[in-house]
């Protein structure tokens, strides 16, 4: 393929997007979603045709035009495909293809499809500008894309009350990202004179930590940039704004706040991993966050009764593990994770998808108990999704290399913050400690999905049991169902006997996969989590036994105001110290805004009252009146004529 | 002391020029109006042919000006009177005070 192809990756999507954007009301449902899956598929196949110029270890840059050029800055619009930018690019156009695929029997009932549809289009061109980027501002054009592509598809329900302030409260969060980002962009120019992401890595990469300043500009462009991935990658305190994004259409919790969108911030922070590399204090930072982002994810993933939050909560959970992966300054074992990620909880979210979907838009786990017996193909993907997710077993879950992978990179690395030093060992004990609840949310969730008595939407309406009857979602089940398990085994380190070397180097830039985890290494831990998984499954499927649970629970004393149900008092805190004081300065800028516009309205209305009543005076409607004055111009004029 | 000059001429044209104008101002009736305003074209006429007698005697642009003047005005009087017998027929009174209160509407 010829450079000048990589124009069309994000073109394509773009084109269907305009097109359903604007004739997109005329077509049937079917049409529309052909015309967005046509569109996705070019960009993927155009992608495939990269293959064997990446994998030659070539490069492949085209220059679009110059953007900004002035004596001071200059930046191009140039697209820049590595092999890291390759996997990136096969993640989103190849997920985005087979969830755009499955929207069509998803969203057929769905009366806006068009505007879905190029939404969705939309997001998979911003998101291929964001991967293809080299230049930072370039980027931050696809990170301003998906996320506006996001909140216009978090509130594609509209009409439900909620469903709005949910995607404001995603795109107000992101704002704060956004900002501190684009400070960080100029931070980082001040610094190192260019806007390019490999230039300002291989700089970073040539400095060593003893030489540089912690508290140059180059430093607290890190910080800064650091603050737009937490925001956009969901990681606390930025967190907020994902669980309630669920309120959006199951395929775009499945591809945009799971699979891709929301690894855009760890994409960003591995790309500058050279220059986190350099400064330790920031990389205690991210520790920090990371750590209370697997924790609240972990915890309030176990509390949840809505399907689709639980799987929330365990993305944040898993987005956590990529921030320490990255904060371990193993932005190897980072990609790692982000792939058999994405290749999970899409298989997950999709399979959510499919049972709300037979169950005609139910989402309470309770209500939902024993649906699976019905559907085939979702219990397929969802057993496969939760081992993978779980990291069960050796292979076959997508997530058990790269979760181990992440655990051996930090017990690599200390965390220091000040004064405050953990060893790695410690971090890494901590981690597998709140990874063991994966195990138990997990496999609750299928526990109640396995249940042995029916829930009421599991029972079905009118005597038909709930059932999957749309081919394009189980097609893609299927599909992604091949993927999930395959996973496991591309990711396979050698100390396992497994080929995953390959596939490392390939999305990491040919980096050599490490030594990997020996088998004894993580022996202790998966005979936990397998322990915790088969009890907490036994539990939850057997309907009496997960109501003595339950009932025993109750009587601890948990109060409405507990850390559970206030969500770790993050939504107190940002009530108290942001919003209120917000909504007080909103309403103090709405009454002035109101007394002023109003007496500056009533002054103009006075003045032209005053106005017309003296034109009135002139315009009386007497034609000799109007005569004199024409007359009376005339003389004026030739008395004004320059005499003699 | 009646010179055929060309100071005399516009003199003339002057003074039938401010008769017009007298009368648009004090006439009632819209046809009188109509017939001051081409004495006033008349006076402006006259100061045409004058100026091109006295100044410019061998070429006659000034006939030109003047006829065309007069084209101008007799199609501008025609339209006039058209508006003054509609407005006869409509109101039955042809007076300027009457023309003045058209916002009012019938009768």
Known sequence: MPPVALALLPVFPAATALILALFGRRFNHTLVGLVACVGVALSFLVGVGFVSSVSGGAESTYVLGSWLSTNVVSASLALRLDSVAFAMVMLVSGFGFLITLYSIGYMHDDSEVARFFASLNLFVASMLILVLADNLLLIFLGWEGVGVCSYLLIGHYWKDQAVPLAAYRAFFTNRIGDLLFLLGVAFLFAHFG?????????????????????????????????????????????????????????????????????????????????????????????????????????????????????????????????????????????????????????????????????????????????????????????????????????????????????????????????????????????????????????????????????????????????????????????????????????????????????????????????????????????????????LTFRVFSNASKRKALLRRLANFPQSSGGPLATKFFFDVVYEAALFAPLRALGRFCASVVESVAEGGFELLGGAGQVGSALLRLVMNGKIQHYAAVLLAAVFLMLLLLPGR | MFDFNLANCLTLSVIVFLVGCYGLLTRRSLVMILLSIEVVLNGVNFSLISFNHFLWGTREFGHYLYMLSIGVAAAEAAIGLGMAIVFFRNYRDISRERASRLSEGES
């Open chain 1, 194 to 534: 260019t806007f390019e992401m490999h230039a300002i890595a291989t700089k970073a990469a040539g400095l060593s930590a003893e030489s540089v300043d912690g508290n140059s500009l180059a430093a607290w462009g890190a910080l800064l940039i650091l603050g737009g991935a937490f925001a956009k990658s969901a990681q606390a305190p930025l967190h907020v704004w994902l669980p309630d994004a669920m309120a959006g259409p199951t395929p775009v919790s499945a591809l945009i706040h799971a699979a891709t969108m929301v690894t855009a911030g760890v994409y960003l922070v591995a790309r500058l991993s050279p220059l986190y590399a350099l400064f330790p204090q920031i990389r205690g930072v991210i520790y920090i966050c990371a750590l209370l982002t697997l924790v609240i994810g972990a915890v309030l993933a176990v509390v949840q009764f809505d399907i689709k939050k639980i799987l929330a909560y365990s993305t944040l959970s898993n987005l956590g593990l990529m921030f320490l992966a990255l904060a371990a300054d193993s932005p190897g074992a980072a990609r790692l994770h982000l792939f058999g990620h994405a290749a999970f909880k899409a298989l997950l979210f999709l399979g959510a998808g499919s049972v709300i979907l037979a169950a005609h838009h139910e989402q309470d786990v309770r209500k939902l108990a024993g649906v699976l017996k019905h559907l085939p193909i979702t219990r397929a993907a969802f057993w496969i999704g939760c081992i993978g997710g779980v990291g069960l077993v050796p292979f076959l879950a997508a997530g058990f290399f790269s979760k181990e992978m992440v655990l051996e990179a930090v017990a690599e690395s200390p965390l220091t913050l000040g004064s405050l030093v953990v060893s790695g060992e410690t971090l890494k004990w901590i981690i597998t400690a709140v990874e063991v609840l994966s195990a138990v949310y997990m496999f609750r969730l299928l526990g109640y999905l396995e249940s042995n008595v029916p829930g009421e939407a599991a029972k079905g309406r009118h005597g038909h049991a709930p059932h999957e009857d749309s081919l394009t979602v189980k097609l893609v089940l299927g599909i992604l169902c091949v993927v999930g398990l395959g996973f496991g085994f591309i990711s396979a380190p050698a100390s396992f006997g497994g080929s995953g070397s390959g596939f490392f180097a390939m999305i990491n830039g040919g980096e050599q996969m490490p030594e990997g985890p020996s088998f004894l290494h993580a022996l202790p831990a998966a005979i936990v989590a397998l322990i915790v998984s088969t």
